[in-house]
């Protein structure tokens, strides 16, 4: 999903009264399962669209997002074969990838 959709799919989560929060791929290394630059928008009931991994790290993202939406301060996330948390979300690929994740208002 590009930037502009998801940047629409936000403004339009935001005229319906929701908080939202979009992630960002902002560095790869190895085999990543998406390229920097891929994004992730999600809102405060749990909807989201585009994807900054295929499916393997966006549950502990979403988990990030509803943190961020709560308290307005961003966060930096890293995923890789060497953090153990990215085997339980499934990371398995080789590689690694840092995601910022930020309240969109």
Not at 34 to 56: E, Y
Not at 84 to 102: K, P, Q, T
């Amino acid at each position: 999903m590009s930037e502009t959709e998801s940047l629409n799919q936000i403004a339009a989560w935001r005229a319906a009264g929701h908080k939202t929060a979009l992630a960002t791929v902002v560095q790869t290394w190895g085999s990543s399962p998406r390229p920097a630059g891929s994004h992730m928008a999600m809102n405060d009931k749990g909807q989201f669209v585009g994807s900054v991994s295929g499916g393997c790290i966006e549950g502990a993202v979403m988990d990030a997002a509803r943190e961020v939406m709560a308290t307005g301060t961003p966060k930096t996330l890293e995923f890789g074969v060497t953090n153990e948390m990215a085997w339980e979300v499934g990371l398995a690929c080789g590689g690694r990838v840092r995601v910022f994740v930020e309240a969109v208002e």
